[in-house]
């Protein structure tokens, strides 16, 4: 579904990523994983078009994208959480949502998928009204995943759900994206969180100083050396 | 369930209900109005001012009373249109009341055109965070399109407040153009330039007529109806200001339709989120550059046009009108009574266009006035008089039974 091929991205004169292929096929969560600064968020930003690559090329369903502008890309089915969540404090629970699906312009359809939102989030239905600003850290969370339901994307891209958030609730965001999953939505997981990133991907590409250095299925990962030394153990 | 006579006592509660709404209405909208003309029609210390403190010593008792309140709040939640109609109703009879003091007429379209140019001023500072210092350079550009078009081509007042309008919307496209990347203090610096440079040249420029202005600005006419001649209605002769009265009235009718329903649609959404997180808004598929560049133009008319009505008003303008003050006084209106929220706006122009009218005593220090005003409001209240916003939305129609 989506497949990206050899980019290499430049912050003015430094190199952050080098020649990194991705590819994610429909109906799967495939976790990024990688230690700070690794170029992660990087990525993604490279994705939906905040950042260009200089070299390779990024194609979503068979279309280019790498060339198109950030709001054509996000409506061509990708939807992005933002690793701060970037919800919109000052407005409430509803019109955050709403935001998401900005470009939908059947009711009934919208009114579906804030349904499937709420039957996830039970707790967003009850605060509707209250601003997201005054949400707590994990409702923020919550809400932020919620809004990229709203557009009915192909595919979503997460980065760092779990940043900040205690165990349970981390358990529940997890839980969430899993059904997220079940109900046909392709999922790339930026994560440090190893352990539970692992629990719930069918595979993951491990990144370091912006290069893939292991890929494979999560059976692989989890045998793989290197990794149970960096990330698995405690 | 059929008995019938449960059905008409239903029906008789119903109806029962029904009125005491209209009566609420009725009774605190004459109550505000009533209010409204006293502290207009005030001189000085006044009786009349102690009559104002009256309904506000009486607001912060009842207040605390739970069944008052829920009254007030449900009629009118239930009878919205009827209570804008009554409002209305009593906002034409203004002429009649005033038709012996046109002063008081001239400061209620005053207000009105203040009002017409913080609701446009709203839609950038307050839906979409622009702080915009220009503002008073898109009311110059209307008024000097529209009395430069009809003194020198003889174009009519219509075609004149036309041009304006589209004039004033290229401007404000332009301007909008020249700031897209940039946003806060910098935004905010950049249109304090263009303002001091719109009020250089209009003062400068040979065709404007340079610091002396343009004079004998046509009045509007209709048919053979001229603005200059008093208005005649039912047998009663209204002053000449009553004319303008009622074109302000419509045009301030016609923009608050307009700026709801823009505030209720996903364009004001769209102004609101980038307000909030331009790149968290750009990640959700909006086009920044386009939504800045609307709110720029939209923005824009609304000034456009109340510059046009001011000039053909007043019948001559000059580079003073159009400075920098003009611009801040503005700004404190919409600060003051609530960014981004249309009824604060209303409540912000008449109030700020009022008070300085009736402390004409401290003239010199009108720019005081207002920098306390702003300090007072961004210490006190930040959120402005009226902070609570509501948005309808048609697909909140499912609410109640679909969830």
């Known amino acids: ?234 | 369930m059929n008995n019938p006579n449960i059905k008409s006592n239903d029906y008789s509660q119903t109806l029962y209900k029904k009125i005491s709404y209209f009566l609420t209405i009725i009774v605190t909208e004459v109550i505000i109005f009533y209010m409204f003309i006293n502290f207009l029609s005030s001189e000085g210390i006044d009786y009349r001012l102690f009559l104002l403190i009256l309904p506000i010593i009486a607001f912060f008792i009842l207040r605390g009373n739970q069944k008052i309140t829920n009254l007030v709040k449900e009629s009118y939640s239930q009878c919205n249109s009827f209570s804008t109609i009554f409002m209305i109703l009593l906002i034409v009879s203004i002429p009649f009341l005033f038709k012996d003091n046109t002063y008081l007429l001239h400061i209620c379209i005053m207000s009105g055109l203040y009002l017409i140019m913080a609701l446009g001023l709203n839609i950038q500072l307050g839906s979409t965070g622009m702080v915009n210092f220009a503002f008073a350079a898109f009311f110059g550009v209307g008024a000097y399109t529209s009395a430069l078009l009809t003194v020198n081509f003889h174009f009519s007042f219509w075609l004149g407040i036309l041009a304006a309008i589209i004039i004033s919307a290229l401007f404000g496209l332009l301007i909008g153009s020249l700031t897209l990347k940039s946003t806060g203090f910098y935004y905010a610096l950049i249109t304090m330039a263009f303002q001091i440079i719109f009020h250089l040249l209009v003062n400068n420029l040979k065709f404007t007529g340079g610091s002396g202005g343009i004079s004998n600005i046509p009045f509007p006419i209709i048919g053979k109806y001229s603005f200059s001649s008093s208005l005649n209605i039912f047998g009663i002769n209204l002053p000449f200001q009553a004319n303008f009265y009622y074109l302000v009235l419509i045009i301030v009718l016609f923009s608050l339709y307009l700026v709801k329903r823009l505030y209720n649609s996903r364009t004001g959404l769209v102004w609101n989120a980038i307000r909030e997180d331009e790149i968290a808004a750009k990640c959700q598929g909006i086009n920044i550059a386009q939504g800045k560049l609307e709110a720029s133009a939209i923005g824009a008319i609304f000034g456009g046009m109340a510059g046009s009505i001011y000039a053909h008003y007043i019948s001559f303008i000059s580079p003073e009108s159009f400075s920098f003050d003009l611009s801040v006084v503005l700004i404190c209106i919409v600060i003051l009574g609530g960014l981004d929220n249309i009824l604060g706006v209303i409540l912000g122009a008449i109030l700020l266009t009022i008070i300085p009218e009736k402390i004409r005593f401290f003239a010199e220090a009108r720019m005081l006035f207002y920098g306390i005003i702003i300090i007072a409001v961004l210490i006190f209240k930040p959120q402005g008089l009226i902070p609570e916003k509501i948005r309808k939305y048609n697909f909140l129609n499912f609410k109640k039974d679909n969830i």
């Open chain 1, 1 to 234: 579904m989506l497949k990206i091929n050899g980019i290499t991205t430049r912050y003015g004169t430094v190199e952050i990523l080098r020649d990194v292929s991705l590819k994610i096929n429909e109906g799967e969560i495939v976790a990024l994983l990688g230690a700070n600064g690794a170029g992660k968020t990087t990525i993604l930003n490279t994705i939906i078009g905040l950042i260009r690559p200089i070299h390779g090329n990024i194609y979503l369903e068979n279309k280019r994208i790498d060339k198109m502008k950030t709001s054509e890309i996000i409506k061509a089915g990708i939807s992005m959480v933002m690793e701060n969540r970037g919800i919109f404090p000052d407005l409430n629970i509803l019109e955050n949502l709403r935001i998401g699906s900005l470009y939908e312009k059947d009711e009934k359809s919208i009114n579906k998928t804030l349904k499937e939102v709420y039957d996830l989030f039970p707790i967003l239905k009850e605060r509707e009204n209250q601003l997201a600003g005054t949400l707590s850290g994990g409702e923020q969370g919550m809400l932020a995943i919620g809004r990229g339901m709203m557009g009915k994307p192909k595919i979503m891209l997460l980065d760092e759900p779990s940043l900040g958030l205690a165990p349970m609730l981390v358990d529940e965001v997890f839980e969430a994206i899993k059904r997220i999953n079940n109900e046909g939505t392709t999922i790339l997981l930026v994560e440090q969180n190893a352990v539970k990133a692992l629990k719930i991907a069918s595979r993951g590409y491990v990144l370091q100083k912006g290069q893939i250095v292991i890929e494979g299925s999560i059976k692989e990962l989890k045998e793989n050396e290197v990794i149970k030394k960096a990330y698995l153990t405690i």
